[in-house]
Nanobody, 117 residues
Framework: QVHVEESGGGLVQPGDSLRLTCTAS????????WEWYRQSPGNARERVAR???????IYADSVQGRFTISSDDAKNMAYLQMNTLRPEDTAVYSC???????????WGQGTQVTVSS
């Protein structure tokens, strides 16, 4: 079994930065992909970033140029550096890890990010 936990959320002002951390523990043979999602009340869940060893990072248009995803597979951790935050970035941010060689995926509970003046 794999446990996933996010940390680093909080209340910030517009223009500020935050760094989210995703930590996976348990039996992980291969971290095939790390993803960050977000969901705010009344809105569908949105994938904001994804990183894989072979193809590198991809981002949603809404965060391109402001957010950076990275991972440390040796530590089973991933990060989401969020810069120039906007009120519309307010959401619960969740981490998903896709593992192999037999496909499995695991989610964390999420961490709240609130951007408000």
């Amino acid at each position: 079994q794999v446990h996933v936990e996010e940390s680093g959320g909080g209340l910030v002002q517009p223009g500020d930065s935050l760094r989210l951390t995703c930590t996976a523990s348990g039996s992980i043979s291969l971290a095939a992909a790390w993803e960050w999602y977000r969901q705010s009340p009344g809105n569908a869940r949105e994938r904001v970033a994804r990183i894989t060893p072979d193809f590198g990072p991809i981002y949603a248009d809404s965060v391109q140029g402001r957010f950076t995803i990275s991972s440390d597979d040796a530590k089973n951790m991933a990060y989401l550096q969020m810069n120039t935050l906007r009120p519309e970035d307010t959401a619960v941010y969740s981490c998903r890890i896709v593992t192999g060689p037999i496909y499995s995926d695991y989610w964390g509970q999420g961490t709240q990010v609130t951007v408000s003046s």
